[in-house]
């Protein structure tokens, strides 16, 4: 049985690739911050016979993703997908920024995705199609920025990125094949009512994508659609 660790499993782009996956019969360990509140995926867990294992997982502390890793520890994760994310505070302008809340976006988004690779590695290692998927932006593509703003969320997108491509480099002798994927404006809380995309569409294709991954594509950053898309 295929095996997937989702962080930010809780709502959104975590919470389908959770349900897609179930309905394929994989085993998935789904992890948000609060899983007591997190009623949709309880809901979701307690309906796949088993398939879902709620976990909780803080990517911002470093305690609280060791002490899960330490729950699985022995067990192999066949597809580690680091999904959380924040968006941080909207329209901040030159003269207004908010650094505290900067620091907090980097946290989540470059930061804790490393943590939760650095300790699930061993799980990732283990396992046999050994892959590191991070769901990036395309605001995180400095070629493609042609509207500006929105400082804390690219800057955080473009460090998880070029974390992600030293780790493609620095796992290679390990057999792990890491990536970031760009998932499209999709219509959630973070991309909001105007995205091109449902959630269901989005990871449909993203799935379709991490199939087909070979260690030869390690270290790309990937449109949805499976095309390279620009640093």
């Known amino acids: 049985m295929r095996t997937v660790l989702i962080t930010g499993a809780n709502r959104g782009l975590g919470l389908e690739f959770a349900r897609q996956y179930a309905a394929e019969g994989w085993q998935i360990f789904a992890a948000c911050r ?60 030159i003269g207004s920024l908010d650094y505290a809340a900067w620091a907090k976006v980097l946290d989540t988004n470059a930061l804790g995705p490393m943590r939760v690779v650095e300790a699930f590695l061993e799980n990732v290692a283990k396992s046999h199609l050994k892959q590191v998927v991070t769901i990036t932006s395309g605001m995180g593509s400095i070629e493609d920025n042609t509207s500006g703003g929105r400082y804390a969320y690219r800057s955080s997108k473009a460090a998880v990125n070029m974390v992600m491509k030293s780790l493609s480099v620095d796992l290679a002798p ?21 995205g091109k995309l449902s959630p269901p569409e989005s990871i449909k294709a993203m799935r379709s994508v991490i199939a087909t991954l070979r260690p030869e594509d390690s270290g790309k950053f990937l449109h949805y659609t499976g095309k390279l898309y620009p640093w």
């Open 34 to 93: 609060a899983p007591k509140a997190a009623k949709e995926l309880q809901q979701i867990a307690a309906e796949s016979g088993g398939r879902i294992r709620v976990l909780e997982i803080d990517v911002t502390d470093t305690a609280s993703v060791r002490a899960a890793a330490a729950g699985l520890k022995g067990d192999a994760i066949d597809v580690l997908l680091n999904n959380a994310g924040v968006g941080g505070p909207p329209r901040q302008r």
């Open 174 to 194: 390990r057999g792990i094949t890491c990536v970031v994927m760009n998932p499209g404006w999709v219509r959630t809380d973070m991309g909001g009512s105007g």
